[in-house]
């Protein structure tokens, strides 16, 4: 029998790939494969969240009003251009459905997030892929491939999975130099960890005085809640608008936004998550130098390594793997020789020293 068929650009999408959560023969493996706050989450987002579960008979306000005015509030915002979407995917998809049309090109750095070529080949986008220097965006590269049907342009600072960043004058630059046509999304998710390398505050600033810039975050990384698939973008209304009018009902659901505005307040928790990634991330590298790997430079909370030249990455993953150590593996971001590594607790870290030590000394 023939069913229905999806479109073509449909069938030609690798799926998304998360890191790997389980390890065969480990009940309770470590997780440094997702970037996850390994803190957990806020206990007032918590608390939050346990509260509003009283009321999971109650849609959502559809236009997360207090979390919405919150937000404004926190970064000098106009709440008006403030979007709420499932995660920072949904506003990436958004952006393309709105944006492209079917053969319409995107331009991304050739390590660029996973999420962002989904979004686009799914509503028959082309996704070009500018090459990165030393693994970190390009931005000469980027602009060589903006071409006549280019309507997006999708760049990450700091940028996931590299963790490397760019000096904001090279957002800017690459900004001044697009088309006035052309959407320049930012992709801010680990913005907040970069705050000893970057202003924090240039990618708002950046989209509230352009016509063309949407920049987006997320509440999964610095805030702990992944579970909950909460981030937001800013933007120009004329950007804004259209978003609005296809984007789903209640897309963010009451208790999401109740543990979102909770910890969006809870500065203790945030400064705390803040000083791990900073005063751990010298250290990670420090110890997978040790072990023969090279490491990137970060400004995230995670570090990037290229594995010893004697053992190949995806067999030491599966080493750690299975010493009860989970990390990812690059391959599917054209990266095969290379891991990732979340930064994790002290414990943690002794953990992952361990397995290391054991995983690279088999023959």
């Avoid at 958004?94 to 991304?108: F, R, S």
């Avoid at 810039?213 to 909460?230: E, M, N, P, Q, W």
């Avoid at 009860?324 to 979340?342: A, E, I, Q, S």
């Amino acid at each position: 029998m023939t069913g229905p068929q999806p479109r073509t650009s449909i069938q030609g999408i690798a799926p998304y790939i998360a890191g790997k959560a389980s390890a065969p023969g480990v009940k309770h493996p470590i997780k440094l494969s997702a970037n996850e706050n390994v803190l957990g989450a806020s206990p007032a987002a918590i608390a939050a969240y346990r509260e509003a579960a009283a009321e999971l008979h109650l849609y959502p306000d559809p236009n997360a009003t207090a979390l919405r005015e919150a937000l404004a509030a926190k970064h000098d915002l106009d709440p008006a251009r403030i979007i709420l979407g499932t995660g920072s995917d949904e506003l990436f998809s958004m952006a393309c459905i709105a944006y492209l049309e079917p053969g319409d090109t995107v331009v991304q750095p050739a390590h660029g997030f996973a999420a962002w070529a989904i979004a686009a080949r799914a509503v028959g986008g082309i996704v070009k892929n500018a090459s990165e220097r030393g693994h970190t965006a390009d931005v000469s590269a980027i602009l060589d491939e903006v071409d006549a049907r280019t309507r997006i342009v999708f760049i990450a600072n700091p940028a996931n999975p590299t963790g490397t960043w760019l000096p904001f004058s090279e957002i800017e630059r690459l900004h001044a130099a697009l088309p006035e046509h052309v959407l320049l999304v930012l992709d801010e998710a680990y913005i907040e960890f970069a705050r000893d390398q970057l202003d924090t505050r240039a990618g708002l600033a950046l989209a509230a005085r352009a016509a063309n810039v949407l920049t987006t975050r997320t509440f999964s990384k610095l805030h702990g809640l992944a579970a909950l698939r909460i981030g937001w973008g800013y933007a120009n209304a004329q950007i804004i608008e259209p978003l609005n009018r296809f984007r789903l009902p209640f897309n963010t659901p009451r208790p999401a936004q109740a543990g979102a505005l909770a910890a969006l307040g809870d500065e203790a928790f945030i400064e705390q998550s803040l000083a791990l990634a900073e005063s751990a991330r010298g250290a990670l590298s420090d110890m997978l130098r040790r072990y023969g790997l090279t490491p990137l430079l970060t400004a995230t909370n995670f570090v990037t390594a290229r594995a010893p030249t004697t053992l190949h990455a995806g067999e030491l993953e599966a080493r750690l793997a299975a010493e009860g150590v989970l990390v990812r593996h690059l391959k599917n971001y054209g990266m095969p020789d290379f891991l990732r590594f979340t930064i994790g607790t002290d414990a943690q870290m002794a953990a992952l020293d361990r397995a290391l030590g054991l995983a690279t000394s088999r023959r």
